[in-house]
């Protein structure tokens, strides 16, 4: 309360004395101007006022109770005497009613003074009553509603301060003097700290300066202090060390600017809070090193406090609240000032006889007796906490009243304190669960020491009973007896109980624990075998009647706690018992419980039958352990897996026992190294679980799992490539002793597919492996009956080439070929045949060979590929093939022998080049191989297929002989007949040979058109000669019938000399030249017959005229009959000569649907081969012939064993070079034979046509 701006107003409202200003009065309230009263008279008007002054400055200092007490006292009194007046005043002058103005505005001021002395004196209910009784047309107004704003703060009646703050800064803010505007600015601060907006509340208390020596500036520091501190509490939570240091010593800061003279209770309770909070975050921060720091700021909050608590204490008023009182005692607690702080919890029941801390002050002054072993006097306060405290207070009264008794050694008092205690939990209504029943918990587990240290176990069964609990609580109250009586070492009356539950309730939810607890006694008190026992019995049941995991979980996990405690106890005792325990207790648990998620109980047990050499069933509790990953030996207990394993498979090794016998064994590696590999990939002993993994696999029967494996190990990117190389070596190994080839070949090929870059010796190796098992498994595959041929071409195939390195072995390579050309031919795979010779042809390096051997295997390789060539008439391959196998040959008869047979099928196919260089082969090397008669016929025919006209006849001259087999006339034939239009030379030197030879060869029928072309004109001019002779009648002179006679018989006789010359000139080696002189004497005897008609038509008169006409006509009749038959034998001899050429061609015409070229190139040739399909020869050799591949045609037929159709197609070739005398010889032989009629015809049809006779 500001007492001077009271005075101010007041004294501006009386018009106080001139010489006496406003000023000087607030210098003497505040002490800065002494006044003596005695000077002032009576009727002085300054008497009043300054009385006034008087009395509300001693107030400042006095007992605010006093204050209330006279001054309530004037306002009860209706006598205003100067008498009465004097006995209220302070001081003993008397006081002179109506001095100052009416009654009304000492009333006002008392009203104002009243409310402020009942704020001092924490009453804020009265001092609002008074302070609202100020009307609003008071001089008092404004500062009486300040002042109720502060009555309001301390009474927390916040809404009302709202209204009255708006309510002042609407109505008269503007009229107020900058004090009250101020303060009415403190007052919103304070507002805002009430409703914890200590931003805003911050933001305005700074939002003015005030002078340090004033009481609105202290205010305002006590302002700033509460509402950072404040915002500190509010913000704690987030603040990190420095910023609530720094935060709190700001507080601190503000709490020294307030001047001593302003300190009040709550002040120091806010600063004192300040400094332990301080103290607090250091020793957080770290206690030792700040030590001294939190300690000095421990001792200064309790600084602020003492004045204001010894005070409370000495006066027995309570000058600080409550709280702050109590917070003294905790600090001085915190402090270990035991007796100081009782000290102040004894005084605080006088102080607060109500207080909310009045139980608190109990219990605390109980527990300090407590724990200085005062327990009577500790009984003492603990019943004094049973009457005054709440009820969970009284309850730890009473609970800590036990044990006093109990430790006063009157045991049975505390025990009944317990069950009285334990029966009010039980028994409480609207009971809540028990974790937040008070001390239900503690009472509950003391009462059961208890039972358990003074009864025995069937009487503490029977005093259960008078509790009255339900039967499931009953159950548990037992069961947790039993506990007792196991802690303190009584294990037969535990024993006794648990089994006593278990038997009548294994569906209980905790019949496990009962079980788990019975295993606990038996092993403290060393009695192993009778868990075994019980478990035995009891553990089955148990766990069938419970489906909760959790329940299970947790049996699992006692029951593995005692069989790993037997387990370690056994491993001291070393004693037959003890491990007879142990193993059955392991069985026991493998039975009921095998799939237990309890990582230890696996691996012990696991090293438990790996001692006793049962091996599987190790590997089996190892694996468990393993897959529990959360353990800290799963990896040991997986490594024991592979380790283990790894020896049996070794083991297994060396046995000598079968195969058969071992492969159940194998199986299980198999599946226990494949487990390790899928579950621990990134450890070390994956390793050797591979190795293992794959030869089980192997020796189970598997080599195809195990290769996929390890194929598949190399097609990881992220596998160890040098551990997927010696797995793979150490598996090949295994391929090779038991011929595995099919396995190892595709192994190989697959690791070659799965890795990009191979190092240099591990891919020579691979391609090594590749191609030998390659080989292996063909060769294996013949010897087997039943096998699909191509599946051992396949194989043949795939060790025949380089496929994915550059290593290659040419011996094996050349073998792996000839084997499979071998295989294909003999199998007629004539397919597979040409494919693999493309490829082999591809294979440079072997191509060429060094050895012997090689040179062999190239030999048989060409020849095979000579013969399947031939199968399949592809014949200019087959002379590639003769021509490389003559260079592999080591004898040299029999290579020029190929060299000569490919060279006659080069030049049948037009490929002079090829030819060219054979011959000079052959020339070079065994001249004598081509000087032989035939060979040289046959090289004159080659040339002659070339059209080298000079070298066919210089090769066929030396052997032109007086009689010519047919080979020889026909080539001469063909040589002569192609070089009259192609090379004069030869044809000239021929022509002369010919007619050098003509007596010789006139009788060969092959030249026999030859001969005709050389008569042709002799005998043209004979038949000219013969039919004009008697062609005309000469005249007679004499017409007498001697003359007639004679004439006739003249005719006759001319008749019979020609024909005797036509017989005479009949040429049989020229036929064609026959038929015209047969024809041409029919020609004749039509003259005759003519000229005899001629001479018939004469009519003489002579008697013997009739008879010379009768003989005359039956000449000429005769000459008809003559006639005709030479009419017919004309015709007869011109068909049968029809085919008979009128002069010496080389290139015959097309007609219908014949035609036949005379020249192709190789091209050509090979491009018709390669369309044509037929497999019919005559087709074929038609073909030829159609393109000019005379010389194809004509090698074709020599193979030909069937003579007539050899006969015949030899006719189409002679036809095709234009020899169709010879042709027509053929075909005319051939027209008598059915299969051939048809044809033959056909082609004497054509003949016919191309001689022109038929037409």
Known sequence: MKYYLILFIFIGFIGGPTHLQANEILNILDGK???????????????????????????????????????????????????????????????????????????????????????????????????????????????????????????????????????????????????????????????????????????????????????????????????????????????????????????????????????????????????????????????????????????????????????????????????????????????????????????????????????????????????????????HYYDKLTQHGQEDKTAYGVYKAAWSFYNLDKKWTALRHLERLYIH????????????????????????????????????????????????????????????????????????IWLQLLKRNYVNSDSPKWLASIGKAYLAASKKPKIAEVFNTHLKLVINAHNDKAILQELDEEISKIILTVHKEAKKSDTQEDWLAVDRLYKIYEINLPDSTNAKMWYYGAQRYESLSNLWQAISWYKKAAMIKNYENFLDAAHSVIRITSGINDQLSLSITKLSDRVKEYHKIVEISKWYIEEFPKEESRKLAEFVHVEALFHKKDPQGAANYIAERFNNPKADIETSWNLYLSHNKRLYSNQEWVLTNELAEKIFLSIKKLKEEWANNLAKIYQESAFQAAYLLEKKENIAIDEIIKWYHKSCYRKHHNYFDINLSLRSWHNLFAFSLEHLKYDDFQKQLDLFKQVAEIQTADSFDNKNLLFNIHNMAAKFHTKTNEFYSKAQDYFSAAQFTSEKAEGISLVWDAMIIFASYHDEKNFLACLEIISSQMPSFIKTTDRQIILSRLYYYLKDFNNAWNSLKPFIQKELDTKTALLFLDIYTKSKDLNSKVFQEMEDEKKKMHDTWIKSSYFSHLWAFDHEKEYDTLITEWTQTNNRLPAFEKNTLKVLVENVKKELTDLTTIKEKMEKALLPHAPQ????????????????????????????????????????????????????????????????????????????????????????????????????????????????????????????????????KASFLMGMVRLAQGDTTNAAMIFKTLAKEKEYTDKSELYLKYIASINSYTN
């Open 33 to 379: 101007t002494e006044v003596n009263f005695k000077d002032i008279k009576v009727d002085d008007p300054l008497y009043p006022p300054m009385i006034l002054v008087d009395l509300l400055k001693k107030s400042k200092v006095e007992n605010p109770a006093l204050m209330i007490e006279k001054l309530e006292a004037i306002l009860h009194t209706k006598d205003f005497s100067n008498h009465i007046l004097g006995k209220l005043a302070f001081s003993k002058n008397t006081f002179i009613v109506g001095t100052a103005d009416s009654f009304r505005l000492w009333r006002e001021l008392l009203y104002i003074c009243l409310g402020r002395a009942y704020y001092e004196n924490n009453d804020p209910q009265k001092a609002i009553l008074y302070l609202k009784g100020i009307p609003d047309d008071s001089p008092f107004y404004s500062i009486a509603r300040l002042e109720l704003g502060w009555a309001y703060i301390k009474g927390y009646q916040l809404k009302e301060l709202l209204k009255l703050i708006n309510e002042l800064k609407s109505k008269t803010f503007n009229q107020l003097p900058l004090d009250l505007k101020n303060e009415l600015a403190l007052l919103n601060a304070y507002y805002l700290v009430s409703i914890k907006d200590y931003n805003e509340a911050i933001k305005l208390a700074e939002s003015f300066n005030l002078n340090h020596d004033d009481e609105q500036s202290n205010l305002q520091n006590k302002l700033l202090a509460e509402a950072w501190f404040g915002k500190y509490l509010q913000e704690l939570n987030d603040l990190d060390f420095d910023n609530k240091i720094k935060l709190l010593t700001r507080i601190i800061d503000f709490t020294k600017n307030v001047d001593e003279k302003y300190y009040d209770a709550e002040f120091a309770f806010l600063a004192g809070e300040t400094n332990w909070h301080l103290a607090s975050v250091y020793r957080v921060l770290d206690p030792d090193k700040y030590k001294d720091v939190w300690w000095k700021h421990l001792v200064r909050a309790q600084e602020w406090m003492e004045p204001f608590i010894n005070k409370s204490i000495n006066d027995n008023i309570a000058y600080v609240s409550e709280e702050a009182m109590f917070f003294s005692i905790a600090l001085l607690w915190e402090m270990a000032k035991f007796n100081e702080a009782s000290e102040r919890l004894i005084a605080l029941p006088s102080l607060f006889p109500q207080g909310e801390y009045l139980e608190d002050v109990y219990q605390m002054l109980g527990d300090y007796h407590y724990d200085e072993k005062r327990f009577e006097q500790a009984i």
């Open 1073 to 1204: 030249i026959s038929v015209k002189v047969f024809c041409a004497a029919e020609v004749v005897t039509s003259n005759t017959i003519k000229n005899l008609k001629q001479i018939g038509k004469y009519k003489l008169e002579d008697p013997q005229w009739a008879q010379f006409i009768l003989m005359l006509e039956q000449k000429i009749q005769d000459l008809e009959k003559d006639k005709a038959k030479e009419q017919e034998l004309c015709e007869a001899q011109k068909i049968n000569y029809q085919h008979y050429p009128h002069q010496l061609t080389a290139r015959i015409p097309c007609m219908n649907s014949i035609c036949f070229k005379d020249e192709s190139s190789t091209i050509d040739i090979l491009k018709y081969e390669k369309k044509q399909k037929t497999k019919d020869i005559i087709a074929r050799v038609e073909g030829y012939l159609q393109i000019g591949a005379h010389s194809r045609a004509e090698y074709l037929i020599s193979d030909i064993k069937d003579t007539h």
């Open 425 to 496: 939990y039980i028994n409480e209504a609207d009971q809540e669960p028990e974790e937040k029943r008070g001390l239900f918990r503690e009472v509950r587990e003391d009462l059961l020491s208890l039972m358990a240290e003074l009864l025995d176990w069937d009487k503490g069964l029977e005093e259960v009973e008078i509790f009255g609990e339900t039967n499931e609580k009953k159950l548990k109250f037992k069961a947790d007896l039993a506990l007792s009586y196991n802690k303190i070492g009584k294990y037969d009356y535990a024993v006794n």
